[in-house]
């Protein structure tokens, strides 16, 4: 995946584009995401990949003007415009997954294939999502991964916790991505999108990890349910981190758009 | 100097293995542990201790906002401060402060300081906190990155507000106010004295600087940790071109103990400061910072919380809290020596003086505060004699004050009508 950088109205923003094959977008999540990331890559074996990064994750700048979830919304079409791409396949996870599900229900005519990724964006009082934004990075791997062991080795792989640099930049790039996010997750991630599902028309497959602990299986019916005629492809032994724990399996529920 | 008796109200009733048993003082404490009807004691004891520090010559007697907090019981501080306006003659009312991002709309602060400032006579001493991430993020929800956006918007309404005579309209981002006009408004003109508590924000300096408010480090960790982070506010102050370094620019809070010997501080205290430091100090470090609550430009200067390091205070022992400074405590003649290197050191004209600690009996606090008061208070008057008459940064009351509850207690006879 090559890193480059488009002009939108609010700011530059950085993408990682490769692959060839149909156009196909992929929103990160909160966690951001790297050149190296395994799902990009298998998922430009088959198709053009372009993942751009919300503005203040990885090296991109800020942008404070987006505040809310449509400035984020209109944002991302504004992206997919500044990119010259009509109608590509629309893929998020989590966070991503939120926007992406946003685009395709303000756009509806403009998204005709979906795939939504353990997405953000709809809240169940009677299964509270874990609030991500006190959890300590020790913690994560439980939260995030079917297998915790596997997931801490993921999750710290290149990293060296004792250098005394480390917290710091640690804590600037928390700031920065997770702030961000925060804009539209924190306290609750829930934006009312609810009110808003019935619109998207999109061929929409749902890609959900059975033992996912964030935002758990029960979302994805609820999803099912509020998009028209949406496949749910579930998918055992993985958690919140599908995509990096089954990466051949959401490649596969994703081609089934094209 | 002035000095400001404090007291953070803390419930004095956390059982000895909270720390094992809990995993946080703060937002998500175990409620159960709270006995609404032994706070009612609780309460009023503080609030005697209040008006007692206030008949003793203090400057002023200070509250603070918390929510959800195991070490202070006071989400709303202006119901406390509004008790003592009327229970109190001449201490500053010191309300250290209202988060003025939590408020909607903030013209709420605006009326309710302007309320305490009448009915005190222009006593109060008003305080805008940003809040801590517990208060602000985790306990009330506030979006983290756009918390201080928020705040300087409600800032801003709430000046205008206390300053402007005619209603007007407010655009504002997160306040839409067509009609804003404060009915009460307050007595001390242009408004009371503003302190901004902070943590070592560059942005929050820069403010009180601009602003000509005082800059409060309102810190557990005392005055030798704090060195660093005040220099950091008084070479500030310097670079931006502000006309002096008053120490009345600054405030900072320290625990002092007062006894007859240094021995009898610590066999009188050093239990109830063991149970504010090693047990109401036990925050999960998870709630400490929400990502996007401080800025940049502030977390590169490698000013952190106070709460960010992990566990909090662990197992502090009486030795490692008095040399360490975090708690000054002793005779009359080592606190007043302390007091003193620490004005100088830091710089530092109002002191707040967080006297009841954690589960001290009201007895042991009136003990240590009657000593500071006669034997310490006097002695550090006039620490800065340069700035003797600065008075930009605390109240002005006004002169004729009417004494509360002085009705007769019944009518003698029936009224007779004006005319």
Same mark, same amino acid.
């Given at each position: ?30 966690? +951001? ?130 250098d005394p640099g480390f917290l710091q930049t640690y804590l600037v790039t928390n700031a ?15 934006? +009312? ?66 | ?85 009327? *229970? ?151 670079? *931006? ?55 940049i430009?502030?977390i590169q200067s490698g000013a952190l ?30 606190? *007043? ?83």
């Amino acid at each position: 995946m090559e890193l480059k950088t488009v002009q939108t109205p609010h700011v530059p923003v950085r993408y990682f584009e490769g692959g060839s094959g149909p156009d196909l977008v992929f929103l990160h999540a909160a966690g +951001g995401v790297t050149a190296e990331d395994p799902f990009l890559n298998a998922l430009a074996k088959s198709h053009h990949v372009y993942a751009p990064l919300v503005p203040g994750y990885g090296d991109s700048e800020e942008a404070p003007e987006i505040r809310d979830m449509l400035d984020f919304t209109l944002h991302s079409w504004d992206v997919v415009e500044a990119l010259g791409l009509k109608d590509p396949i629309l893929v998020g996870h989590s966070m991503g997954g939120m926007i992406a599900a946003e685009m395709a229900a303000i756009a509806p005519n403009d998204v005709s294939r979906l795939a939504l990724i353990a997405p953000a964006g709809l809240w169940d009082d009677d299964h509270p999502i874990p609030d991500l934004f006190s959890t300590l990075p020790y913690e994560m791997p439980a939260l995030l991964f079917h297998d915790e062991a596997a997931g801490a080795a993921i999750m710290t792989a290149g990293r060296n916790v004792e250098d005394p640099g480390f917290l710091q930049t640690y804590l600037v790039t928390n700031a920065r991505q997770l702030g961000m996010a925060g804009r539209i997750l924190f306290p609750i991630p829930e934006r +009312g999108l609810s009110q808003r599902l019935y619109r998207v028309k999109a061929r929409t497959v749902l890609v959900w990890g059975d033992s996912d602990r964030l935002i758990p299986p029960v979302y994805a019916h609820a999803f099912k349910k509020g998009i028209k005629g949406a496949e749910l492809v579930s998918i055992p032994e993985a958690g919140h981190m599908v995509t990096l724990e089954k990466t051949a399996a959401v490649v596969e529920a994703v081609s089934r758009l094209g | 100097m002035k000095f400001t008796w404090f007291n953070l109200m803390p419930w004095p009733y956390l059982p000895d293995d909270f720390r094992e048993k809990n995993r946080s003082v703060w937002v998500d404490i175990d409620q159960r542990l709270f006995d609404p009807v032994k706070s009612h004691e609780v309460y009023n004891t503080y609030m005697d201790l209040l008006e007692y520090a206030g008949t003793l010559g203090f400057d002023g007697i200070g509250v603070n906002e918390h929510h959800q907090n195991g070490y202070g019981i006071m989400p709303s501080p202006n119901i406390i401060a509004a008790g003592l306006a009327r *229970r109190t003659k001449d201490a500053a009312i010191v309300v250290l402060g209202n988060s003025i991002a939590l408020y909607n709309p903030p013209v709420r602060v605006a009326e309710e300081f302007a309320m305490l400032d009448c009915i005190s006579g222009g006593r109060l001493v008003a305080g805008f906190p940003v809040g801590t991430s517990m208060d602000t993020n985790f306990c009330y929800g506030q979006i983290p990155s756009l918390t201080r956006e928020k705040y300087a918007e409600a800032h801003e309404l709430i000046i205008k507000a206390w300053t402007t005579r005619d209603p007007f309209a407010f655009n504002g981002r997160y306040n839409k106010l067509r009609h804003v006009n404060i009915w009460p408004r307050p007595i001390q003109q242009p408004h009371p004295p503003v302190h901004i508590p902070g943590g070592g924000s560059i942005e929050t300096y820069d403010f009180c600087i601009d602003n000509t408010y005082s800059y409060s480090y309102l810190s557990f960790t005392g005055y030798i940790r704090a060195k660093a982070l005040m220099d950091g506010y008084w070479k500030r102050v310097e670079e *931006r071109g502000a006309p002096d370094k008053s120490p009345y620019r600054a405030g900072f809070a320290q625990t002092i103990c007062v006894a007859e010997t240094d021995e009898e501080a610590e066999r009188l205290y050093a239990p109830h400061i063991d149970y504010f430091y090693n047990r109401c100090l036990h925050v999960y470090p998870g709630f400490a910072d929400a990502p996007g609550y401080r800025t940049i430009k502030t977390i590169q200067s490698g000013a952190l919380s106070q709460y960010g390091r992990p566990q909090g205070f662990a197992e502090l022992t009486w030795k490692d809290l008095t040399e360490g400074g975090h708690v000054i405590a002793g005779s009359p003649e080592t606190v *007043r020596q302390r007091i003193e290197e620490l004005a100088k050191g830091l710089n530092v004209g109002n002191l707040f003086c967080l006297m009841h600690v954690g589960n001290m009996p009201a007895e042991k606090c009136m003990y240590s505060t009657k000593l500071f008061a006669e034997k310490v208070m006097p002695k550090l008057r006039n620490v800065f004699p340069d700035y003797a008459d600065d008075d930009r940064f605390w109240c002005k009351p006004i002169a004729n004050r009417v004494t509360p509850g002085s009705l007769p207690t019944a009518p003698t006879r029936a009224p007779i009508p004006a005319e």
